[in-house]
C-alpha cells in the first residue's frame, strides 16, 4: 500500500497543474502578480507559491521580478507558448460537456484602455460558461460608451468614472487616481504645466482638467493618445505627467512628488450598467463574481 501511494504521488508530481498554469498566463497578460491574483481570485502569495511550484516541478526559472516589474525568461516563454495551448484545450474540452442554457447575441461597448486591460479575460470566462452566446465589442471614450447604452445600440456598458453615476450600474471595483511622472524628470517642474491625457469624454480627463481649473493652476495638454498606454509613454519620456489609476504606477512612474503643489484628485469606479435583457444580465453576474474580487486589491 505504502508503494502505491508513493506512486500515485510521484505521478501527480509529473502533472502539470492547470489552476497554477492559469494564474502564470494570468501574470504574463497583467506583468503583476498582484493584478494577476485579483483576477484569478486568489492572494498574491498563493499565486506566488503556484509559480514557485512550477518552476521546482520544470527545474526551470520562468520569471524575472522584482518589486515592481515581471519579466518572462527563455523558459518562461516557452512554458507560456505550451500553457495557452494545454487550457484552451481544457476549455474546448469543458465547453463540449457543458449544455449552455443561453444563446444568442449581445454587444458590449467599453473604454479603449478596459477594451485592452479588462474586457479579454471577461470574453473568454464568458464564453467558457455560455459558448453559444456570441459577443460583439465596440470600443470608445466612455462619453460614447453611455450614449452607446442609452440609444439601445449596444446591452452593456463598461466605463470609468468619478463620481455618481447618472444611471443603474453596478460597481466593479474602485482605486484613486493619482499624479504619475517619471521618477526623477522634471516634466512636472514646467510652467504651464504639461499634461498627456486622453480623449475628450474620458473622466479621467475630465478629473484632471476639472481639479487644476479649481486649483488655479496654469497647464497644457502636451500629449493627447486614446489609451492610458499612449499616456504613459509619454510620462516614460519625460514629455509630461498624467492623471492615471495608481495601479499603473511601476519602477520607473512614480506619484508626482508634493513639492509640484498638485491638486487631490478623486477615485476611479469601474462599473457597468445593461438594457435589462437576460444574455446581458448573465454578462453582468460573471462581471461581478469575477472582477468585484479586485476590489480589495485596488484598495491595499
Given amino acids: 500500500m505504502m508503494q502505491k501511494i508513493e506512486t500515485l504521488e510521484a505521478a501527480e508530481n509529473r502533472t502539470l497543474n492547470l489552476d497554477a498554469l492559469r494564474s502564470f498566463v494570468t501574470i504574463c497578460e497583467t506583468g503583476s502578480f498582484r493584478r494577476a491574483a485579483a483576477r484569478v481570485n486568489k492572494s498574491a502569495s498563493a499565486v506566488s507559491l503556484q509559480i514557485a511550484k512550477l518552476e521546482d516541478l520544470l527545474g526551470a526559472r520562468l520569471l524575472e521580478r522584482d518589486a515592481r516589474n515581471v519579466a518572462l ?27 449552455s442554457p443561453l444563446a444568442g447575441l449581445i454587444a458590449l461597448a467599453a473604454p479603449h484602455d478596459l477594451g485592452v486591460s479588462l474586457v479579454p479575460g471577461l470574453l473568454r470566462r464568458f464564453a467558457e460558461t455560455y459558448p453559444d452566446v456570441q459577443v460583439d465589442v465596440r470600443l470608445g471614450t466612455s462619453d460614447a460608451v453611455l450614449r452607446g447604452l442609452a440609444n439601445g445600440s449596444v446591452n452593456l456598458a463598461l466605463f470609468n468614472d468619478v463620481g455618481p453615476s447618472s444611471l443603474p450600474t453596478h460597481d466593479l471595483f474602485s482605486e484613486p487616481l493619482k499624479w504619475l511622472a517619471l521618477d526623477g524628470g522634471s516634466a512636472g517642474q514646467h510652467d504651464p504645466l504639461p499634461l498627456a491625457v486622453a480623449q475628450v469624454g474620458c473622466a479621467w480627463r475630465e478629473a484632471a482638467l476639472t481639479s487644476l481649473q479649481k486649483a488655479g493652476r496654469d497647464y497644457r495638454v502636451a500629449y493627447s493618445s486614446d489609451t492610458s498606454m499612449g499616456q504613459v509613454a509619454a510620462l516614460r519620456a519625460d514629455l509630461a505627467i498624467a492623471a492615471l489609476p495608481v495601479s499603473l504606477s511601476d519602477r520607473d512612474l512614480v506619484e508626482a512628488p508634493s513639492h509640484y503643489g498638485l491638486p487631490d484628485l478623486p477615485s476611479t469606479h469601474i462599473r457597468i450598467a445593461d438594457d435589462g435583457s437576460k444574455l446581458a444580465g448573465a454578462f453582468v453576474a460573471l462581471a461581478l463574481a469575477n472582477l468585484r474580487p479586485h476590489a480589495r486589491v485596488a484598495a491595499k
Fill in 73 to 99: 525568461t527563455a523558459q518562461g516563454e516557452t512554458l507560456l507558448r505550451q500553457a495557452r495551448r494545454l487550457l484552451s484545450l481544457n476549455d474546448e474540452t469543458l465547453s463540449i460537456f457543458r449544455a
